[in-house]
């Protein structure tokens, strides 16, 4: 089986590197009417570049897996913006996804805690929809959707986790099929745990991005042998591998806040369990030095014996 890892969006090994290069809906206001729509192109251009500087990056450091900023368009989905940003950067989306294909990269969006379907204001879910409608467009101006992945948390309880729930699945209609088609949803380390949020992935043929870190600082009453082929299950129907997201915690006392790299002793555990699987797993790093922390913890875990690197991110296990 094969292990392959990836990072999110800024790699810290390049200089001035930021896909996320934003601007302030005060700082629009700010500025006279026709600077406006040209500070847009210009922060959007700079992030675009930075994107590709950082697949670039990766296709040079054999990293499959890679988590495109969810800010590459400043103020895309603000009300009083709400800006055509596909038609000027039609080639350069496009160019992204041809790097994407033609290197088999795989690639994702993960919008903020804010994109939800569990709030009892209609106004959240219609600006969940609306973030999500955002995602999907850029994912198909690079003719990647196919082959990529939305992720959002299930969110809040409201202090009632059964009727939020039930909202949940009546809210969740309002999300065109063809994205909802796409999108994963992650356990919590507060909130919804990894038995609850298979339940939801299985009810709604969602696939379950499985979050370690999480789930430890938020345990359930199920093992995690149990819960790891049914989770691996919910892939199926995409033709995708089961992704996990990887961090470890800062401190005890910090537990749930994530450390600059991942603690090879902190995930070993985890990855004793999956031998007996034999499935392919793909990693998402998430700690703070992201490119860095993905490369050090493929370091750290060839080390294990039976464990082979066989790319610059991607260990093999026989």
Known sequence: MKFRFGYVSTATNLWDASPSKTMTFARYKELPDEERKQRLLEITKTNLINTKRALHYNIGHEIMLYRMSSSIVPLATHPDVMWDYLTPFKEEFAEIGQLVKDHGLRVSFHPNQYTLFTSPRPEVTKNAVID??????????????????????????????????????????????????????????????????????????????????????????????ELLLPIFETWKHRGIIPKIHLSSPKSEKTFRSHADFVNAEFVKPLIQLLRPLQMDVDFMIEAKLKDQACLQLVEDLSKIRGIKRIGGATLEWN
């Open 132 to 225: 999500m409608e955002y995602h999907y467009k850029m994912l198909e101006a690079m003719g990647v959707e196919d082959r990529s992945v939305i992720n959002i948390h299930i969110g809040g309880t409201y202090g009632d986790k059964e009727q939020t729930l039930i909202r949940f699945y009546e809210n969740i209609k309002s999300l065109p099929l063809h994205i909802k088609k796409i999108m994963t949803l992650e356990n919590d380390d507060k909130t919804y745990n990894t038995e609850e949020t298979l339940t939801v992935c299985q009810n709604e043929t969602i696939p379950l991005v499985f979050d370690y870190h999480h789930h430890m600082a938020n345990l359930c009453d199920k093992p995690l042998e």
